[in-house]
């Protein structure tokens, strides 16, 4: 199993752009999750989907969106790129909503400039 | 959510144990406390877990207290590769709460292992 995967790896945007990042889970997953980590911080939970059709806001959501077509992907789109959306995105799934192993992946680096 | 006290780094030699201690005075009665870790340039992963019991696995072990407020991480021989930033989230365990399923993570404990 490849686990969790994202696309890309880095990315560098310009103020206003718009972008998706990619994230795929070859698990089986139900459950799946975006979360951003700024420098020095803990992560921040960003969306969530408890299945295909059905996703949640989490903590931080404002600027971003997401949609759930398949068990396995789980992409976040950015619409108009801010500087404060400068981060890490880690995608995660689980077997359930709550259990106690996320499954992370690699992580994007976003700058925006 | 409860609130989660851990110190800002530890640091450590390799092949000794580390300690790892969480404070959480305000957890709730059915949370569990989760254990990550996020070694440099990756994603957290799962450590361990417990909820009153303390608990062993290949990885780590997790001493509760006997009150709950607080926990201690154990990796019992330290290796270059357990440098990383070590979370301690607690969560609950019933599915009708509204934090559920959304792990909370602080600024976690920065460990250092000299070789």
């Known amino acids: 199993n490849a686990g969790v995967t994202q696309t890309p790896k880095f990315r560098i945007l310009k103020i206003g752009q718009s972008m998706t990042l990619q994230c795929t889970q070859d698990?089986?997953?139900?459950?799946m999750y975006w979360y951003r980590q700024d420098p020095g911080m803990g992560l921040k939970l960003i969306y969530y989907?408890?299945?295909?059709?059905?996703?949640d806001k989490g903590e931080v959501p404002n600027g971003y969106n997401v949609s759930r077509s398949t068990t396995e992907d789980f992409p976040l789109r950015l619409e108009l790129a801010a500087p404060s959306q400068t981060s890490v995105y880690f995608c995660?799934?689980?077997?359930?909503?709550?259990?106690?192993?996320?499954?992370f992946g690699p992580g994007t680096r976003l700058t925006v400039t | 959510d409860a609130k989660t006290t851990q110190p800002n780094s530890m640091e450590s030699n390799e092949e000794e144990p580390v300690h790892l201690p969480c404070n959480h005075s305000?957890?709730?009665?059915?949370?569990?406390i989760h254990w990550y870790r996020q070694l440099p340039s990756q994603g957290p992963e799962y450590v361990i877990h417990?909820?009153?019991s303390n608990v062993n696995n290949r990885m780590a072990s997790l001493a509760i207290a006997e009150d709950r407020k607080s926990s201690t991480l154990i990796l019992h021989r330290a290796t270059l590769r357990d440098a990383a930033v070590y979370y301690c989230?607690?969560?609950?365990?019933?599915?009708?709460?509204?934090?559920?399923?959304?792990?909370?993570f602080g600024q976690g404990t920065i460990l250092t292992v000299h070789p």
């Open positions: 989230i607690p969560h609950p365990s019933n599915a009708g709460g509204t934090s559920y399923g959304k792990l909370t």
């Open positions: 995660a799934s689980s077997y359930r909503l709550g259990s106690y192993e996320q499954y």
């Open positions: 305000t957890i709730s009665g059915t949370d569990y």
């Open positions: 698990m089986n997953h139900n459950y």
């Open positions: 989907s408890v299945g295909a059709g059905i996703t």
């Open positions: 417990g909820l009153t």
